[in-house]
């Protein structure tokens, strides 16, 4: 079992920047491959970002490249999604997911574990 916990969304306006975290406890964190997800209202949750158990490898949502970076320090168990140049369309909640045999890492069925999301508002 892998427990998630997100932190770092708040309120912010357009162009501004936020640095989420997720913080696992349990299982061996670097077993794990991870990724950012998010889900407006209304909308179903959509893949955000992607990366590797090393690190070594990252993937992006269009949506979201070139803006965000997504890291991670698994000598902290965190993994990190920084988000520059907001939009108001960057709006939603937020969650980090796990899972340690991915084989399409942007289908959120692929990943077993999930934290509690947290609000990311963007105002214009």
């Known amino acids: 079992q892998v427990q998630l916990v997100e932190s770092g969304g708040g309120l912010v306006q357009a162009g501004g920047s936020l640095r989420l975290s997720c913080t696992a406890s349990?299982?061996?964190?670097?077993?794990?491959?991870m990724g950012w997800f998010r889900q407006a209202p209304g909308k179903e949750r959509e893949f955000v970002a992607f990366?590797?158990?090393?690190?070594?490898?990252?993937y992006y949502a269009d949506s979201v490249k070139g803006r965000f970076i997504i890291s991670r320090d698994n000598a902290k168990n965190t993994v990190y999604l920084r988000m520059n140049s907001l939009k108001p369309e960057d709006t939603a909640v937020y969650y980090c997911?796990?899972?340690?045999?991915?084989?399409?890492?942007?289908?959120?069925?692929?990943?077993?574990?999930w934290g509690q999301g947290t609000q990311v508002t963007v105002s214009s």
């Open positions: 997911a796990a899972d340690s045999h991915l084989v399409v890492v942007v289908r959120t069925s692929e990943y077993d574990y």
């Open positions: 349990g299982r061996t964190f670097s077993s794990y491959d």
């Open positions: 990366i590797s158990r090393s690190g070594g490898s990252t």
